[in-house]
Nanobody
Framework: VQLQASGGGLVQAGGSLRLSCAVS????????IGWFRQAPGKEREGVSV????????YYTDSVKGRFTISREYATNTVYLQMDSLKPEDTAVYYC?????????????????????WGQGTQVTVSS
C-alpha cells in the first residue's frame, strides 16, 4: 500500500487548502484513511479519519466545523478540505491507512494503529 499526500502550502489565517491523499496498491473499501499532523516539537496528532465504508467520519475537536474529509472512489483518493485555517494548524500533514475489513464503520485515530504512511505535506498558516 502506498500513499501520496499533496496540496500543502502557505496560506493566510482564514484561508483554505485542500489536501489530497492518493492511495495505490489497495482499494479503499478495505481501509480506513486518517489524516495526522505534526508541528515542530510536538507529538503527532490525529486530525480526521474516514471509514472503509466511506460514510463514517471523525474529527478531533480542534478542527470540527472547519475541516471536511471525503473520499473519491473512482480515483482512490481521500481529501481533507481545510477552511478557516488558523496559525495553530501549521504542521506537516500525513495521510495513513489501516485495514479495517470490507466497508466497515470502524474509526481510529491512534497513529500507532496505522502501518502505512504517506510522505507528508507542509501546511503553513500565517497570522
Amino acid at each position: 500500500v502506498q500513499l501520496q499526500a499533496s496540496g500543502g502550502g502557505l496560506v493566510q489565517a482564514g484561508g483554505s487548502l485542500r489536501l489530497s491523499c492518493a492511495v495505490s496498491g489497495a482499494t479503499l473499501d478495505y481501509y480506513a484513511i486518517g489524516w495526522f499532523r505534526q508541528a515542530p516539537g510536538k507529538e503527532r496528532e490525529g486530525v480526521s479519519v474516514i471509514s472503509s465504508n466511506g460514510r463514517n467520519t471523525y474529527y478531533t475537536d480542534s478542527v470540527k466545523g472547519r475541516f471536511t474529509i471525503s473520499r473519491e472512489y473512482a480515483t482512490n483518493t481521500v481529501y481533507l478540505q481545510m477552511d478557516s485555517l488558523k496559525p495553530e494548524d501549521t504542521a506537516v500533514y500525513y495521510c495513513a491507512a489501516r485495514t479495517t475489513g470490507f466497508r466497515t464503520t470502524i474509526l481510529e485515530l491512534s497513529h500507532n494503529r496505522y502501518p502505512y504512511w504517506g510522505q507528508g505535506t507542509q501546511v503553513t498558516v500565517s497570522s
